[in-house]
């Protein structure tokens, strides 16, 4: 079993920054494909950002790209999400997960794991 725990959430300025993180325990992380998630309340859970086991692929939202950055450290089982220029809009509940499919990066049906989620509240 692989078990994800995110931090960072909190409340930020608009405009501001926050650094997200998911460290991984139980089983393989290097080898894993990763994604961040988020879900606002009476909202559907809507895809962030992804990442390739390597690194080499990434894929971003269309919501996020130019703002968020991900990424991640194999050798401390931790991903990364970076942030910046933060809208009213990014405001919700983020998930790390593990993807093991092969459809398509943003489904969620592709993941297989994941956290508990951390939250973001970005005010005015």
């Known amino acids: 079993q692989v078990q994800l725990a995110e931090s960072g959430g909190g409340l930020v300025q608009a405009g501001g920054s926050l650094r997200l993180s998911c460290a991984a325990s139980?089983?393989?992380?290097?080898?894993?494909?990763m994604g961040w998630f988020r879900q606002a309340p009476g909202k559907e859970r809507e895809f962030v950002a992804a990442?390739?086991?390597?690194?080499?692929?990434?894929m971003y939202a269309d919501s996020v790209k130019g703002r968020f950055t991900i990424s991640r450290d194999n050798a401390k089982n931790t991903l990364y999400l970076q942030m910046n220029s933060l809208k009213l809009e990014d405001t919700a509940n983020y998930y790390c997960?593990?993807?093991?499919?092969?459809?398509?990066?943003?489904?969620?049906?592709?993941?297989?794991?994941w956290g508990q989620g951390t939250r973001v509240t970005v005010s005015s």
């Open positions: 139980g089983r393989t992380f290097s080898n894993d494909n």
């Open positions: 990442i390739s086991w390597s690194g080499g692929i990434i």
């Open positions: 997960a593990r993807r093991r499919g092969v459809r398509r990066w943003s489904d969620p049906g592709d993941y297989d794991y």
